[in-house]
T-cell receptor, first 108, second 112 residues
């Protein structure tokens, strides 16, 4: 089975722009959760999706949103990017059992 | 609110020694406690987990203990090897891992 995949792997954006990140869980896994990893704040929970429904949301501003499709693939969107959004964004399938490689977002 | 405290932040041991990392959680509803190993530039990897109905779990050189009363859980690595060097994260969840609250991480260095 292929592992959890994330695209793109690296992204450079400018303040004020928006970005969409994609995550494909392992085939058959219906849950996807998203985390932001930074040196200062560590790993912080963003959202959890199961069967296209958001089950949990972390303490992030409304600029952070997400969704899940019927094939379990998930996207997260960040609008009006700020410098502080620079981070590694990780997704995980099956309740944290398997993490993807992450998308490294740099906001300039 | 939900919080997980992890200690120490750095740990240096000699090859062959044991390493212990400790975590404390605040949410008494937490029922799932995984541990992750993250090597530099790589994704977190689940190495062991424990559920609230179990006090201890062991997998080869790795063991985890849970004290629900004190809200403490610990990772024990015996006979450490240089390839054990990495950052280790503990986490707690009240919904079996769907939402994980992570500790701040422990950078383990095993010196040959």
């Amino acid at each position: 089975k292929a592992g959890v995949t994330q695209t793109p792997r690296y992204l450079i954006k400018t303040r004020g722009q928006q970005v969409t990140l994609s995550c494909s869980p392992i085939s058959g896994h219906r849950s996807v959760s998203w985390y932001q990893q930074t040196p200062g704040q560590g790993l912080q929970f963003l959202f959890e999706y199961f069967s296209e429904t958001q089950r949990n949301k972390g303490n992030f501003p409304g600029r952070f949103s997400g969704r899940q499709f019927s094939n379990s693939r998930s996207e997260m969107n960040v609008s009006t990017l700020e410098l502080g959004d620079s981070a590694l964004y990780l997704c995980a399938s099956r309740s944290g059992s398997y993490f993807g490689p992450g998308t490294r977002l740099t906001v300039t | 609110g939900e919080n997980v405290e992890q200690h120490p932040s750095t740990l240096s041991v000699q090859e062959g020694d044991s390493a212990v990392i400790k975590c404390t959680y605040s949410d008494s509803a937490s029922n799932y406690f995984p541990w992750y190993k993250q090597e530099l530039g790589k994704r977190p990897q689940l190495i062991i987990d424990i559920r609230s109905n179990v006090g201890e779990k062991k997998d080869q050189r790795i063991a985890v203990t849970l004290n629900k009363t004190a809200k403490h859980f610990s990772l024990h690595i015996t006979e450490t090897q240089p390839e054990d060097s990495a950052v280790y994260f503990c986490a707690a969840s009240y919904n079996q891992g769907g939402k994980l609250i992570f500790g701040q991480g422990t950078e383990l260095s095993v010196k040959p």
